[in-house]
């Protein structure tokens, strides 16, 4: 059964870090394009970031230079490391897979809630 | 930049009825469109890419239409269970989605 979890997610003051996982089973991460995709509270979605099969990653203007993602090829598992985080950091992030080179988004995890405050 | 524009922002429908969606882009897009169906606390789900193309699994009650800036996203019969928020989103640069609309029941 193909699956994405994510974790990591919770209250966290500005200024602070957290990682995000996603443990992925059914297919394999390191030979697809992954993403996470997020949402603040009552509102639309944001594409965030990517990771080509070949590592190349890419990131949204908005969380460019604070924002990283990873993945560990071993525990098939994609990462989002959040640094410098933000009052409008605040969202679900959800990882998603993308469909080859084409940037829609065919597989999507439940999300985990980062809360930015103090 | 490429600004996707939604609307109606909701949409109040009948069970039965047919609904339609539409989602704009500032500038063409090609058919480099899909569409998602989200539900309250849960995830998006893919409904159609390629601007017409049903995604695996997604009931023929769902088409889409258009290509370039003009796009449709239309429910023929509306069953209990389509009452969501609905995403266009282009992928003929980075991804960029739309605002939504709420199909709600009347």
């Known amino acids: 059964e193909v699956q994405l979890v994510e974790t990591g997610g919770g209250l966290i003051q500005p200024g602070g870090s957290l990682r995000l996982s996603c443990v992925v089973s059914?297919?394999?991460?390191?030979?697809?394009?992954m993403s996470w995709v997020r949402q603040a509270p009552g509102k639309g979605l944001e594409w965030v970031s990517v990771?080509?099969?070949?590592?190349?990653?890419y990131y949204a203007d908005s969380v460019k230079g604070r924002f990283t993602i990873s993945r560990d090829n071993s525990k098939n598992t994609l990462y989002l490391q959040m640094n410098s985080l933000r009052a409008e950091d605040t969202a679900v992030y959800y990882c998603?897979?993308?469909?080859?080179?084409?940037?829609?988004?065919?597989?999507w995890g439940r999300g985990t809630l980062v809360t930015v405050s103090s | 930049e490429i600004v996707m524009t939604q609307s109606p922002a909701t949409l109040s429908v009948s069970p039965g009825d047919r609904a339609t969606l539409s989602c704009r882009a500032s500038?063409?897009?090609?058919?480099?469109l899909a569409w998602y169906q989200q539900k309250p606390g849960q995830a998006p789900r893919l409904l159609i890419y390629?601007?017409?193309t049903r995604a695996t699994g997604i009931p023929a009650r769902f088409s889409g239409s258009g290509s370039g800036t003009e796009f449709t996203l239309t429910i023929s019969s509306l069953q209990s269970e389509d009452f969501a928020v609905y995403y266009c989103?282009?992928?003929?640069?980075?991804?960029?989605f739309g605002g939504g609309t709420k199909v709600e029941i009347k």
């Open positions: 998603a897979r993308v469909s080859g080179e084409d940037y829609y988004f065919d597989l």
């Open positions: 059914g297919f394999t991460v390191s030979i697809n394009y």
């Open positions: 990771i080509y099969s070949g590592g190349t990653t």
């Open positions: 500038q063409s897009v090609s058919s480099n």
């Open positions: 390629g601007a017409s």
């Open positions: 989103q282009q992928y003929n640069n980075w991804p960029l």
